[in-house]
């Protein structure tokens, strides 16, 4: 995960809300599944900030703040121009056996 494919951001339609959903649920859960994760669209702002919230695997992982940054972040702004930021929701020290704890 880092780059999009090719043509990606061309086949996405819809608002905003539901291009950020195609992304994660076309190309960004994949490969967060592989790992027992999965993000998901908490909300977007007028100002353009994308919030996520991670779960899964990706909640309380050790690395997951590289996941947002290098992956998740890096592709929706690719794709999305409208995006401006892209901020994690994730109470990483919640869970049965958080990292960040």
């Known amino acids: 995960m880092g780059s999009l494919p090719a043509g990606v951001a061309e086949e996405l339609t819809g608002s905003v809300t539901e291009r950020i959903e195609q992304l ?14 999965y993000a998901s669209l908490v909300e977007v702002s007028d100002d353009g900030v994308a919030t996520v919230l991670m779960g899964g695997g990706c909640q309380g992982c050790s690395v997951s703040a590289v996941t947002l940054s290098e992956g998740i972040k890096r592709m929706i702004l690719e794709a999305i121009p409208e995006v401006t930021d ?15 704890s």
Not at 24 to 37: E, Q, V, Y
């Open 86 to 100: 892209v901020v994690d929701a994730t109470d990483h020290a919640a869970g049965t056996s958080p990292y960040y």
């Open 24 to 37: 994660l649920t076309d190309h960004i859960n994949p490969g967060l599944a592989a790992h027992g994760g």
